[in-house]
């Protein structure tokens, strides 16, 4: 009987952990778009948004919307599906498995090639992903809303406004769709003040601590 073939070494160029993933959850207004491209184009992956802009959370769907937005919101039930009726809230209901499959799948998938992702429940999902650095991003409150309102030409107390909801938004749609609350600090590898440190900061430190997070998984394995 032939002796086994000896295992053949993984080429120096091509880490066990695959593509560099990143994910980054953030406070409304921290930056995470700005932040996440610099990484991005840093780690030689894609750039992948948020499902739902500031925007789109900003109002809430009708009873003729079948937008993706609109199923969450049927999903999620209580106060978010008051404004659908009758059958709509039933299928919106049913819906929930399957976004959560989908989304799952979608995430994963998206790991599978390298990239940085921002929200999704990214690090929920790929918590155990070798190699993958979770991060958050957060900044005082009247920063990040004073920075919006300089974006967007509106007030820094609308812009507060909007960001709380948004945040209230978020974090209710992973905790009725995933079971957890992804404002938890202790989920992330690193947390970073983006009021104290500019875009290009930021992303150095969490482009240096992902190339250390996966050679510290490359040398365990």
Known sequence: MPSPEPPRPVPPHVPPTGPPVVTIFESPG?????VGHRVAEALGVTFHAQAFSAEQLEGAPGPEDDSLLSRVFGAMGGSYAAALEGPAVAMAQRDEHELVLSNTRWVTDA????GVIVGRNGALILARWPGALH???DAPAQWRAERAAGIGGTTADR???RQRREEGIRADMSIRLYGWDPRDPTRYDLVVNTGTLGPDACADIIVHASRVKAAGTVSRA
Do not use: D, F, N
Not at 30 to 34: D, I, K, M, N, R
């Open 30 to 34: 921290s930056g995470a778009e700005q």
């Open 111 to 114: 790991a599978r090639s390298g």
């Open 135 to 137: 991060v958050r991003l």
């Open 159 to 161: 812009a507060a406004k």
